[in-house]
């Protein structure tokens, strides 16, 4: 999911956490944010987050304790999940001084996030820099500058719809050189108009993770 433009003080998305802001997202509330994207990772994702662009890491701090499921039937309640869930975010500067942030949040079955990063140094676009242990997670990317991103995802963004991106997918650029306005190769799933069996379905699969999660542990781990 991508936001070119956002309000910050009057955000609102698919994501409907009862207490969720862009500074609860963060911890921080004297940076103006005007670009953010959502990545979501499904527990067959691949599960390393690299650089969107070069910068210096400036800060890392860590919040929350909780780990909610980051299912779309879930985000879509008022249940805090981005806000609530632990999380790292790192804080970068670019060379021409504008801030982003990387916030990586753990989820069901999540517990661990593990980074490669020393403050201080400079990491360039594409860098390895991160990656989470088994499971569903999220990586949100929050710039002080506004991004354009291709219009496809924007598209589909809108209608609270999900696009499927690949490692080294073009998504987005500081200049505005896109003007396709149909949409692209991405795999879409709109989960508004998903049935009552069909969350019932994905929820199924969370349990089922668990489960296979817990024998694993049993066999392999306490035998």
Same mark, same amino acid.
């Given at each position: 999911?991508?936001?070119?433009? *956002? !309000?910050?003080? %009057?955000?609102?998305?698919?994501? /409907?956490?009862?207490?969720?802001?862009?500074?609860?997202? *963060?911890? &921080? %509330? !004297?940076?103006?944010?005007?670009?953010?994207?959502?990545?979501?990772? +499904? *527990?067959?994702?691949?599960?390393?987050?690299?650089?969107?662009?070069?910068?210096?890491?400036?800060?890392?701090?860590?919040?929350?304790?909780?780990?909610?499921?980051?299912?779309?039937?879930?985000?879509?309640?008022?249940?805090?999940?981005?806000?609530? %869930?632990?999380?790292?975010?790192?804080?970068?500067?670019?060379?021409?001084?504008?801030?982003?942030?990387?916030? +990586?949040?753990?989820?069901?079955?999540?517990?661990?996030?593990?980074?490669?990063?020393?403050?201080?140094?400079?990491? /360039?676009?594409?860098?390895?820099?991160?990656?989470?242990?088994?499971?569903?997670?999220?990586?949100? &990317?929050?710039?002080?500058?506004?991004?354009?991103?291709?219009?496809?995802?924007?598209?589909?963004?809108?209608?609270?719809?999900?696009?499927?991106?690949? &490692?080294?997918?073009?998504?987005?650029?500081?200049? !505005?050189?896109?003007?396709?306005?149909?949409?692209?190769?991405?795999?879409?799933? %709109?989960?508004?108009?998903?049935?009552?069996?069909? /969350?019932?379905?994905?929820?199924?699969?969370?349990?089922? &993770?668990? +489960?296979?999660? +817990?024998?694993?542990?049993?066999?392999?781990?306490? /035998?």
């Amino acid at each position: 999911m991508v936001y070119p433009s *956002i !309000n910050q003080d %009057n955000f609102t998305s698919w994501i /409907k956490g009862s207490e969720f802001t862009i500074s609860n997202l *963060i911890g &921080v %509330n !004297n940076v103006t944010i005007n670009s953010m994207m959502i990545n979501r990772l +499904a *527990i067959q994702d691949y599960h390393h987050f690299h650089m969107p662009c070069t910068g210096t890491l400036e800060n890392i701090t860590i919040f929350g304790s909780d780990y909610h499921s980051v299912s779309p039937s879930i985000i879509n309640t008022p249940i805090n999940v981005f806000t609530d %869930n632990y999380r790292h975010i790192y804080q970068f500067k670019e060379a021409d001084g504008n801030i982003f942030f990387i916030v +990586a949040i753990g989820a069901l079955i999540i517990g661990s996030i593990e980074h490669i990063m020393t403050i201080g140094n400079t990491y /360039k676009s594409g860098d390895r820099i991160g990656n989470f242990a088994v499971g569903g997670s999220t990586v949100v &990317v929050l710039f002080q500058r506004s991004i354009f991103f291709d219009p496809d995802l924007t598209y589909y963004s809108n209608m609270n719809i999900e696009s499927y991106v690949k &490692v080294g997918d073009e998504i987005g650029s500081t200049i !505005n050189v896109r003007n396709i306005i149909y949409p692209q190769h991405y795999h879409i799933k %709109n989960y508004d108009s998903l049935s009552i069996d069909e /969350k019932s379905a994905e929820l199924i699969k969370i349990v089922l &993770v668990i +489960a296979m999660l +817990a024998i694993f542990i049993k066999v392999f781990v306490l /035998k």
